[in-house]
């Protein structure tokens, strides 16, 4: 996924962009009775600078909430309007005036999915499926919105006959009729072939050859495919190469693979031991960092995949096992479930004077020297509102008011939040406003609150007095954010 960021001295300001990985986004789907409201959901997600978003409709509320945010946005047709969609042009015409056309590009929807897992559905309705697209890839060239929007539909791993060993990848016979006029039209009109990628059912199903370690980018030994001789380290590159065998066995080589939906649940059945935070946290965090390193796979190396995290919240109404209701990275109180790092990157530390105390208690979450004003004050406001930070301590007459600016007050917020938060990296992103670092930022009379600490703890304390003043920290962070400001106002002149 594209990202550009600043590393700083308070000497010295250089700019460098480095943009490579494949897209990284998340499934928000609300089969849920106990969820956020939308913009609550979305001033989530702009916290966490998450840029992509799948949902599973073309609800109103959802889109106009989605508008000038800058998120790309995927959008479906549930399997339920298939047979509309498919059988009159007029349904997809109207559904693309009334429900998108109002809100696009304010609402900047990059992708339409016709049905979901077909293949899996009780009734056969796969043969809607291509019609539908037709259909509504007709409407999208009445608007003239078809090259910005692309159309496909979203598959499950049952549309193999085979996946192992990957180069035997092959589509079931008894869907093509189905997939051979999709994979034509998706090849015409360079849209993606969309797969729902699930180590973890592998791993539960058939943990008698499947490693646990294998499933979570954590194996320290490679399983050889007998037939191409290629080293697989991870599930998930064994599989989407079972999709890209597949492809290329009926010579759909250019079609690219875009991966809709993975993830690990965090929680599930008795029976369903590998369902722990931990796993999923392993997961996730591998999955980031091998996506954005860009290593692609052993068949495709160094292609980029676009990937979709499943999902931003846990859904109680969803059906099933224990795990079913257990996949979210948030509960709906929009706290996390687990530490994520949606960068990659792993924790970063600032250390803006030498002279400052390391603390032996943990960590703490200021604000970054690369982040600009508004998302400095975006960050803070949420903070001090829905975050339920308590903010007394930085207003006038109180201990951390002083230095009165705008990165010594986000700073103080930004880590009431994270600790409270179980001081985990995604409750210190911000949108990537914040940074963790291991000095401690507290000065004169102002307390940084530590893990487990009582929230008011800073209004009431008084901090071990340092050899030198974070204010001079902040004066400097305040001109390097202002100097970064400029200086991209120039680039764009």
Request: glycine fraction near 6%.
């Given at each position: 996924?594209g990202?550009?960021?600043?590393f700083a001295?308070?000497?010295?300001?250089?700019?460098?962009?480095?943009?490579?990985?494949?897209?990284?986004g998340?499934?928000y789907g609300r089969n849920?009775?106990?969820?956020?409201?939308?913009?609550k959901?979305?001033?989530?997600?702009k916290?966490h600078?998450?840029?992509?978003?799948?949902?599973?409709?073309?609800?109103?509320?959802v889109l106009?909430?989605?508008?000038?945010?800058?998120?790309?946005?995927?959008?479906?047709?549930?399997?339920?309007?298939?047979?509309a969609?498919s059988?009159?042009?007029?349904?997809a015409?109207?559904?693309?005036?009334?429900s998108?056309?109002p809100y696009?590009?304010?609402t900047k929807?990059t992708?339409i999915?016709?049905?979901?897992e077909?293949t899996?559905?009780?009734?056969n309705i796969?043969?809607?499926?291509?019609?539908?697209?037709?259909?509504?890839?007709?409407?999208?060239?009445?608007a003239?919105?078809?090259?910005?929007i692309k159309?496909?539909?979203?598959?499950s791993?049952?549309v193999l006959s085979r996946s192992?060993?990957?180069?035997?990848?092959?589509?079931?016979?008894?869907f093509?009729?189905?997939?051979?006029?999709?994979?034509?039209?998706?090849a015409e009109?360079?849209?993606p072939f969309?797969?729902?990628?699930?180590?973890?059912y592998a791993?539960?199903d058939?943990?008698s050859?499947?490693?646990?370690?294998?499933?979570l980018?954590?194996s320290?030994?490679?399983?050889?495919?007998?037939?191409t001789?290629?080293?697989?380290?991870n599930?998930?590159?064994?599989q989407?190469?079972?999709?890209?065998?597949a492809?290329?066995?009926?010579?759909f080589?250019t079609i690219q693979?875009?991966?809709?939906e993975t993830g690990?649940?965090s929680?599930?059945?008795?029976k369903?031991t590998?369902a722990?935070?931990?796993?999923a946290?392993t997961?996730?965090?591998?999955?980031i960092?091998?996506?954005?390193?860009d290593?692609?796979?052993?068949?495709?190396?160094?292609?980029?995949?676009?990937?979709?995290i499943f999902?931003?919240?846990?859904?109680n109404?969803?059906p099933?096992l224990?795990?079913?209701?257990?996949?979210?990275?948030?509960?709906?109180?929009?706290?996390?479930?687990?530490?994520?790092?949606?960068t990659?990157?792993g924790t970063?530390?600032?250390?803006p004077?030498t002279n400052?105390?390391?603390?032996?208690n943990?960590?703490?979450c200021i604000?970054?020297a690369?982040?600009?004003?508004p998302?400095?004050?975006?960050?803070l406001?949420?903070?001090?509102?829905s975050?339920?930070?308590?903010c007394?301590?930085?207003?006038?007459?109180?201990?951390?008011?002083?230095?009165?600016?705008?990165?010594?007050?986000a700073?103080?917020?930004?880590?009431?939040?994270?600790?409270?938060n179980?001081?985990?990296?995604?409750?210190c992103?911000?949108?990537?406003?914040?940074?963790?670092?291991?000095?401690?930022?507290s000065?004169?009379?102002?307390?940084?609150?530590?893990?487990?600490?009582?929230?008011?703890?800073?209004?009431?304390?008084?901090?071990n007095?340092?050899?030198?003043?974070?204010?001079?920290?902040?004066?400097?962070?305040t001109?390097?954010?202002l100097?970064?400001?400029?200086m991209a106002?120039?680039?764009?002149l």
């Amino acid at each position: 996924m594209g990202c550009t960021f600043l590393f700083a001295t308070l000497q010295l300001l250089t700019l460098f962009g480095v943009c490579r990985g494949g897209k990284i986004g998340i499934c928000y789907g609300r089969n849920a009775d106990d969820l956020p409201t939308p913009d609550k959901a979305v001033q989530l997600i702009k916290l966490h600078n998450i840029k992509y978003v799948r949902i599973y409709d073309s609800n109103i509320q959802v889109l106009k909430t989605f508008a000038n945010t800058g998120i790309e946005l995927m959008i479906g047709i549930p399997n339920a309007d298939l047979l509309a969609f498919s059988q009159f042009q007029s349904n997809a015409d109207t559904w693309l005036k009334n429900s998108i056309l109002p809100y696009y590009p304010a609402t900047k929807i990059t992708y339409i999915t016709v049905g979901a897992e077909v293949t899996e559905a009780p009734s056969n309705i796969s043969a809607m499926v291509v019609p539908a697209m037709q259909n509504v890839l007709t409407s999208l060239k009445k608007a003239g919105l078809h090259k910005k929007i692309k159309v496909s539909s979203t598959h499950s791993l049952g549309v193999l006959s085979r996946s192992f060993p990957p180069s035997a990848g092959a589509f079931s016979s008894k869907f093509a009729l189905f997939l051979k006029p999709m994979l034509e039209f998706l090849a015409e009109n360079q849209s993606p072939f969309m797969v729902n990628i699930y180590p973890y059912y592998a791993y539960r199903d058939s943990s008698s050859n499947v490693s646990l370690d294998y499933a979570l980018f954590e194996s320290s030994s490679e399983v050889i495919d007998p037939n191409t001789g290629l080293l697989y380290t991870n599930m998930f590159d064994a599989q989407i190469d079972a999709i890209n065998f597949a492809l290329m066995a009926l010579n759909f080589r250019t079609i690219q693979i875009m991966v809709t939906e993975t993830g690990w649940p965090s929680k599930g059945s008795p029976k369903e031991t590998a369902a722990t935070p931990d796993n999923a946290q392993t997961y996730n965090t591998n999955l980031i960092r091998h996506l954005i390193n860009d290593t692609g796979t052993p068949a495709k190396p160094g292609g980029e995949i676009d990937t979709y995290i499943f999902s931003l919240f846990n859904e109680n109404r969803k059906p099933g096992l224990e795990s079913e209701r257990n996949w979210g990275l948030f509960f709906p109180d929009q706290t996390s479930v687990y530490n994520l790092d949606f960068t990659g990157k792993g924790t970063v530390d600032i250390n803006p004077d030498t002279n400052m105390t390391t603390s032996s208690n943990g960590t703490w979450c200021i604000a970054s020297a690369n982040a600009s004003e508004p998302d400095l004050r975006n960050g803070l406001d949420w903070a001090c509102g829905s975050g339920n930070v308590d903010c007394s301590a930085i207003q006038p007459s109180q201990p951390c008011f002083e230095p009165d600016n705008l990165v010594s007050h986000a700073s103080y917020a930004f880590n009431s939040y994270y600790q409270q938060n179980g001081a985990t990296d995604i409750a210190c992103s911000f949108g990537g406003a914040g940074v963790r670092t291991n000095q401690n930022p507290s000065y004169d009379n102002c307390l940084y609150m530590t893990l487990g600490a009582n929230k008011t703890a800073a209004a009431n304390a008084t901090a071990n007095p340092s050899s030198k003043s974070l204010s001079s920290y902040v004066q400097a962070a305040t001109t390097l954010i202002l100097g970064c400001s400029f200086m991209a106002s120039f680039v764009l002149l």
